[in-house]
């Protein structure tokens, strides 16, 4: 079965603190995606990043990072200089390619605040 | 480049009414999926086409609920008999057919907020 555990459930930062969000997934399959999506206030979620189990280089984008590990079943994300408006709830999510759809499977999410 | 639109955004019902929901993809996005998230979760997989074809449905997806994508365009997703548990944000998703790169994903509509009373 295919599992994704996101420990925190909420945390609160001071603007421009690094703050890093923990994944860790469960799937017995070797081919596999790892996603990360932001819902803020206004509930649309929005895609972040894809990642491909066969990729374990880091992605950088601005202020965010991906730290992909498959030794530790781990995709973290973190965001450096966090801003106000990085407050969102963040998931992580799984897919496999099984039968060709991109079904997601998500995280419980993470509650992130960021005061000013 | 025009995102995932649904309509309507928010619908109230009673209990035992029928309601339809419709989501517009991504023009060029050939795969379109359904979700439903309840409060403090993540969203739940329900259904998936691929252009037309209704090519998986999750157990969660009862009798009551039906979805149709006619021509592999727009799709509907029908409640009949709605119950409280229904209550929900119902998400359409969509995204191309070959995946490529860290930008390539699925993208995600505002939802339907639909509640029972």
């Known amino acids: 079965a295919q599992k994704v555990t996101q420990a925190q459930t909420e945390i609160s930062v001071v603007e421009k603190e690094d703050v890093t969000l923990d994944c860790v997934y469960e799937?017995?399959?070797?081919?596999?995606?790892l996603f990360w999506y932001k819902q803020p206030p206004s509930g649309e979620l929005v895609f972040l990043i894809r990642?491909?189990?066969?990729?374990?280089q880091n992605e950088i984008s601005g202020r965010y990072s991906w730290n992909f590990q498959k030794s530790t079943s781990s995709f973290n994300f973190t965001i450096t200089a966090s801003q106000v408006v990085d407050s969102a709830v963040y998931f992580c999510?799984?897919?496999?390619?099984?039968?060709?759809?991109?079904?997601?499977?998500f995280g419980k999410g993470m509650k992130l605040t960021v005061n000013p | 480049d025009t995102g995932v639109s649904q309509d309507p955004r928010h619908k109230i019902t009673k209990r035992g009414q029928n309601v339809t929901f419709r989501c517009d993809p991504i023009?060029?996005?050939?795969?379109l999926y359904w979700y439903r998230q309840t409060l403090g979760q993540g969203p739940e997989f329900l259904t998936y086409f691929q252009n037309e074809a209704q090519l998986e449905k999750s157990r969660l997806l009862s009798d009551r609920f039906s979805a149709e994508r006619p021509k592999g365009s727009f799709s509907t997703l029908e409640i009949q008999r709605t119950e409280q548990g229904d209550s929900a944000m119902y998400l359409c998703?969509?995204?191309?057919?070959?995946?490529?790169?860290?930008?390539?994903?699925?993208?995600f509509g505002p939802g339907t907020r639909l509640t029972v009373t």
């Open positions: 998703a969509s995204s191309p057919y070959a995946l490529s790169g860290p930008r390539s994903g699925v993208y």
């Open positions: 990642r491909n189990s066969f990729d374990e």
């Open positions: 799937t017995r399959d070797t081919t596999y995606y």
């Open positions: 999510a799984l897919s496999l390619p099984e039968g060709g759809s991109e079904k997601l499977v």
């Open positions: 023009s060029e996005h050939n795969r």
